[in-house]
C-alpha cells in the first residue's frame, strides 16, 4: 500500500486540450482573416462539419458562447409564456435550473431514473397528471444518452416541446432521425473541448437560426424577414462563440475518435477494476447505448450506502487522492433555489445524493495513479460498516457489472 503515501494528489479532472504548436496553423488562419467574432470562417467551418455529423442543414445547428446560454437562448427561442413551468431534473448541475430562473420561467424539479439517472418520458409524463407543464428540459446526465424517439412521442402526445442539455454527451447523444433539439458543451472538462463553446442542434425548423438572432444581441442580419438590417427583432444577448474557440474545437474534432477511444478503454479498465477492488458491491449507471460511440469525461459510481461513500472519501483524502459528490447538494436543497422552485417527490435523485461519488479519470492518468485509486477502493470497502435509518425506496439499483 505504499503507493498510497506519494505526496502529489490524484487530480479529478485533468482538460484534455491541443498543444501551443498545433494551434500555430489555426491561430494564423485567423490572423490572415482578420476576423475574430461575430460568426467567422472557423466558426462557420466549426457549423458545417457539425451539420454533417448530424445530418441536418447548417441552419439547424448553432454555436454559442457556452451552454448555459445556449440552454438560456432555447428556452426564449420557444416563446413559451409567460411564467411558463419548465420541467428539470432534481439531480443535475446548477446550469441547468439557472438557464430556466434566467430565461424567466419557473423550474418544476422532478425525479430521475433509478437506474440511468435521468428524468425520463415516464417521469415527465407523470408529473404532467398533477400540474401544469410548458415545456420539459432533460439532461443527458454525465454523458448518458436520452432515447429520442421516445421523447419525439411524448412531444407529439403532449404538445410540449422538449430540450435536452447534452452538455456532458457530444459523441454519444444524438437525434437518430427524431425530432428534438439538444445542447452540447465545449467546456474544457467535457469530450469535445474549445476551453469554452456551446452547440445547438434542434430539427424544429428555425429554432437553431433564432438562438443564432438571439445570440447577436437579436439583431436581424437577414434581409428576406422584412425587417430592416440592423434592427432589433428581439431583446437579445451577446453569446457568440470566437475564432479562437473555434479553433480549437476544430482542433480536436480532427482526433476526436483517438481521443474517444483512450477514454472508452480506461474508462473499461477502470470500471472492471474497481468492480473487484469493491467485491463487486458498487453500482453503475445504465446508459443504455452502444460504448463504442461515446467519449467518458467522468468516473461516477454508487457506494452500497451512505457510510461506505464517507468511508471510501475518508480513505482518498487520507491517500491525497480527489473526489466529488457530484451534482450535491440536490437543486431542492438549495436556498436561494427553495423559494424560486416547485419541488416534486424525488426519492431516487435523494438516494443517489446520499451514495454517489466521483473519482478521478482523464486521458493520461498513470498506472501509479490508478492503482492509488483502486487501493483506496480497496481499503474503504474492507472496513466495517455502519448502520444508517432507512429512507423511502426509488427502486432497486442496476447490476454492478
Known amino acids: 500500500m505504499k503507493n498510497l503515501t506519494d505526496s502529489e494528489w490524484v487530480p479529478l479532472l485533468v482538460p484534455d486540450m491541443p498543444s501551443p504548436q498545433a494551434m500555430l496553423p489555426w491561430l494564423e ?44 437562448l432555447v428556452l426564449q427561442a420557444l416563446d413559451l409564456p409567460a411564467g411558463a413551468h419548465v420541467l428539470v431534473p432534481s439531480f443535475t448541475f446548477v446550469a441547468s435550473v439557472t438557464a430556466v430562473l434566467r430565461a424567466g ?12 439517472w435521468i428524468l425520463t418520458p415516464e417521469i415527465a409524463r407523470t408529473a404532467c397528471e398533477y400540474m401544469r407543464i410548458d415545456a420539459v428540459l432533460t439532461v443527458a446526465t ?4 436520452h432515447d429520442m424517439q421516445a421523447w419525439g412521442n411524448f412531444e407529439k402526445i403532449t404538445g410540449l416541446p422538449v430540450i435536452v442539455d447534452a452538455a456532458a454527451a457530444f459523441g454519444s447523444q444524438w437525434l437518430n432521425g427524431a425530432q428534438g433539439t439538444l445542447v452540447f458543451s465545449m467546456h474544457a472538462t467535457k469530450s469535445l473541448p474549445a476551453g469554452e463553446g456551446g452547440l445547438v442542434v434542434s430539427s424544429r425548423i428555425g429554432l437553431a437560426r433564432k438562438v443564432r438572432q438571439l445570440s447577436n444581441f437579436g439583431i436581424n442580419l437577414d434581409p428576406k424577414l422584412g425587417l430592416a438590417v ?3 427583432a428581439y431583446a437579445g444577448t451577446n453569446a457568440k462563440m470566437s475564432e479562437y474557440h473555434a479553433a480549437i474545437a476544430l482542433e480536436m474534432l480532427t482526433h476526436w475518435e483517438l481521443h474517444a477511444s483512450e477514454r472508452r478503454y480506461l474508462y473499461a479498465e477502470l470500471r472492471h477494476k474497481l468492480n473487484a477492488a469493491s467485491g463487486q458491491k458498487i453500482v453503475w449507471q445504465y446508459q443504455g447505448c452502444d460504448h463504442s460511440t461515446i467519449a467518458p469525461t467522468l468516473m461516477c459510481l454508487r457506494l452500497p450506502d451512505e457510510g461506505a461513500r464517507d468511508r471510501l472519501e475518508q480513505v482518498c483524502q ?20 427553495q423559494r424560486r422552485c416547485i419541488v416534486l ?56 457489472s
Open 345 to 400: 417527490d424525488t426519492p431516487c435523485a435523494q438516494a443517489l445524493s446520499r451514495t454517489l461519488l466521483g473519482l478521478p479519470f482523464f486521458v493520461g492518468m498513470s498506472s501509479c495513479q490508478r492503482q492509488r485509486v483502486l487501493e483506496a477502493m480497496e481499503i474503504s470497502m474492507s472496513r466495517p460498516s455502519v448502520p444508517v435509518k432507512s429512507e423511502k425506496k426509488c427502486g432497486d439499483g442496476p447490476v454492478n
Open 230 to 232: 440592423g434592427t432589433l
Open 29 to 72: 488562419r485567423i490572423q490572415e482573416a482578420k476576423h475574430y467574432s461575430n460568426f467567422g470562417p472557423l466558426v462557420r467551418e466549426l457549423e458545417a462539419d457539425f451539420s454533417i455529423r448530424f445530418g441536418l442543414p447548417v441552419e439547424q445547428v448553432t454555436t454559442v458562447a457556452n451552454a448555459t446560454q445556449g440552454l438560456e
Open 318 to 337: 487520507q491517500a491525497r487522492i480527489m473526489t466529488r459528490r457530484w451534482y450535491l447538494p440536490l437543486l431542492e436543497n438549495m436556498p436561494i433555489l
Open 142 to 145: 454525465f454523458g448518458t444518452p
Open 105 to 116: 420561467f419557473i423550474p418544476v424539479l422532478a425525479d430521475v431514473d433509478p437506474h440511468s
